[in-house]
């Protein structure tokens, strides 16, 4: 059974580098044809998707952050990795990673078949 479990400091303060980690298990990030996606829902809000990588490492990113927003892969560990720069109040948000078997930005649609539970982010000083 895939699980995806995120991980990362909870609080940031602004203008601060975020880093969250996506730690894959029962399956690898490798395998195809899979995309490891990341998604933020800001309070009130549905899931955004701020973009992907997928089983050969190539990367997708989405309109949103994206001249902020950095998706990398560990394959070592079985990571995904999302970096997103220079922080504002407005990136508060519940942060998910999730799986897909194609690429797609809809967080609703059924392709989207593994997530993780999500992690609170905070950015306040």
């Known amino acids: 059974q895939v699980q995806l479990e995120e991980s990362g400091p909870g609080l940031v303060k602004p203008s601060q580098t975020l880093f969250l980690t996506c730690t894959v298990s029962?399956?690898?990030?490798?395998?195809?044809?899979?995309?490891w996606n990341w998604f933020r829902q800001p309070p009130g809000e549905g899931k955004k998707w701020m973009g992907a990588v997928d089983w050969r490492g190539s990367v997708y990113y989405g309109p949103v952050l994206r001249s902020r927003t950095s998706i990398s892969r560990d394959t070592s560990k079985n990571q995904v990795i999302l970096q997103v720069g220079s922080v504002t109040p407005e990136d508060t948000g519940v942060y998910y990673c999730?799986?897909?078997?194609?690429?797609?930005?809809?967080?609703?649609?059924?392709?989207?078949?593994?997530w993780g539970r999500g992690t609170q982010v905070t950015v306040s000083s």
């Open positions: 999730a799986r897909a078997g194609i690429l797609s930005h809809n967080a609703a649609g059924e392709e989207f078949d593994h």
């Open positions: 029962g399956g690898s990030i490798t395998t195809f044809p899979y995309y």
